[in-house]
Nanobody, 123 residues
Framework: QVQLVESGGGLAQAGGSLRLSCAAS????????MGWFRRAPGKEREHVAR????????SYADSVKGRFTISRDNAKSTMYLQMNVLKPEDTAVYYC????????????????WGQGTQVTVSS
C-alpha cells in the first residue's frame, strides 16, 4: 500500500533552519504531484507548498515565500522542504501528501497523506 513518511521535524530557534523529508513507497513517485501542508494548534490545515511530477512547477503559500523551498528527487522517491528563517508562527505539524492529478487545488485533491512531523520554533 502507499506510504508517505515524514522526517526531519524538531525544535529550532527563530531565524534557524530545518529540512523536512517525505519518503514515498507503494506508488510510482514520478507520476504524482506532491505537497506539504501544516496544521498549527487551533488553526485550520494550511497548504504550504506544491511541486509537480518532474519538479518543473512549484507554488508556495504567501506566508512562506522566499523562506521555504520545496524539491523532490524522483530517483529516491523523496520530497523535501527546506525551511529557512523560521518564525514561531511556523510551529505546526507538517504533513506531506501525494496527488494523482497534475495540479491539485485543495487538500481534498490529494489522495495520500503522511502521519506528520512536528516542527516547533522558539522565539
Amino acid at each position: 500500500q502507499v506510504q508517505l513518511v515524514e522526517s526531519g521535524g524538531g525544535l529550532a530557534q527563530a531565524g534557524g533552519s530545518l529540512r523536512l523529508s517525505c519518503a514515498a513507497s507503494g506508488l510510482t513517485f514520478s507520476t504524482v504531484t506532491m505537497g506539504w501542508f501544516r496544521r498549527a494548534p487551533g488553526k485550520e490545515r494550511e497548504h504550504v507548498a506544491r511541486i509537480t511530477r518532474a519538479g518543473a512547477r512549484t507554488s508556495y503559500a504567501d506566508s512562506v515565500k522566499g523562506r521555504f523551498t520545496i524539491s523532490r528527487d524522483n530517483a529516491k522517491s523523496t520530497m523535501y522542504l527546506q525551511m529557512n528563517v523560521l518564525k514561531p508562527e511556523d510551529t505546526a505539524v507538517y504533513y506531506c501528501a501525494a496527488a494523482l492529478r497534475q495540479l491539485p487545488i485543495s487538500a481534498g485533491d490529494y489522495d495520500y497523506w503522511g502521519q506528520g512531523t512536528q516542527v516547533t520554533v522558539s522565539s
